[in-house]
């Protein structure tokens, strides 16, 4: 069955009682928190400078270099805050429930990376004057939306939302220290409450034109980068988390596209028009090729890991004695 396409403006007012209502949701089962309880202040001291503190050195930080770029990778994403605040009000409104949502959306977002750079700065994590000059280029980069419209937006953000909150989530246990753990734990469980509201969205879209939903998803999911894959040295840190196991195929696959395509029934929903039948075959052939290179991926991950145990092993045997010769 074939159904007439909505343009932007009246899907989203069509859809304002439903954004309305889980705002309402959205408010009720959040929990105030503070950023200033997650820090640990009392580690902290000057850096050089004016202040002439102790200059940072790499053997001050307790954290592993994948956790780190992890961290990284993690803070610069959500310093980036002012970019996906204008891409979804471009794609949307700043009107009504609408507007209430993003301006909810923005205010947890933006303590997120007060919070995560507090802890960077005061256990020595990283270099503080490496990472402020990649934040001023992250910023002075900006961000390209790669949404075509408020459909692709929506899927696209609850495709974002649910990677980063695994990504956090990850990078906390990852990190092996337990303040770390605790701090980015908070912020995925916003994350959860961030993904479920643009889920829900696309749930009550679905409803009303569910050929545009289905296509938004396969263009997205075919498509999808992470929001700060425009940061300085993105690729080199996104290789060294993921052969690290914090945010690779295998998770991306298991954990972000397959639970959000489930949860939404997205390969159950009946009465598609030809584009969209077109799009969930797409859609699921992707799924396929993904799981595929997930699984090489993680075996030659195990692979180089088996191969690195082993020359370790042999450096740590003690060379023989040397035969008597007659």
Do not use: K
């Not at 002012?82 to 949502?101: C, I, K, M, Q």
């Not at 498509?223 to 080199?236: E, L, W």
């Amino acid at each position: 069955m074939n159904r007439p396409n909505r343009d932007d403006a009246a899907l989203i007012a069509e859809l304002e009682p439903v954004a309305a209502r889980l705002l309402d949701r959205h408010v009720t089962a959040a929990r105030e928190w503070f950023p200033h309880q997650y820090v640990p202040w009392s580690a902290g001291r000057d850096f050089d400078g004016p202040l002439d503190g102790d200059p940072w050195r790499e053997e001050q930080s307790r954290l592993s270099p994948a956790a780190r770029a992890a961290l990284v990778v993690n803070l610069l994403t959500e310093d980036n805050l002012p970019g996906y605040y204008h891409a979804l009000a471009v794609n949307s409104t700043r009107d009504g429930a609408w507007g209430e949502w993003l301006n909810r959306w923005t205010a947890e977002e933006d303590r997120h990376a007060s919070s995560i750079r507090g802890y960077l700065h005061t256990t020595r994590a990283v270099d503080p004057v490496a990472l402020e000059r990649a934040r001023m280029a992250q910023l002075s980069t900006g961000f390209a939306s790669p949404a075509t419209g408020c459909l692709s937006g929506i899927a696209y953000v609850a495709l974002q939302e649910l990677a980063t909150r695994i990504s956090h989530r990850n990078t906390g246990r990852f990190s092996g220290d337990p303040v770390c753990e605790r701090l980015m734990a908070r912020i995925a469980q916003d994350e959860n409450l961030h993904m479920v509201f643009y889920r829900e969205v696309l749930r009550a879209a679905l409803t009303l034109t569910p050929d545009e939903v289905v296509v938004a998803l396969e263009e997205n999911v075919r498509s999808f980068r992470m929001p700060g894959h425009a940061m300085p040295g993105f690729a080199p840190m996104a290789a060294q988390i993921a052969v690290a196991g914090v945010y690779d195929p295998r998770i991306h696959h298991d954990d972000v596209l397959v639970p959000l395509l489930r949860s939404l029934g997205i390969f159950d929903v009946e009465g598609l028009g030809a584009r969209g039948e077109q799009a969930r075959e797409a859609l699921a052939g992707h799924l396929q090729r993904l799981d595929v290179r997930a699984a090489r991926f993680t075996e030659r991950r195990a692979q180089a890991l088996a191969a690195r145990q082993r020359r370790g092993d042999e450096e740590r045997t003690p060379a023989p004695d040397a035969p008597v010769s007659g």
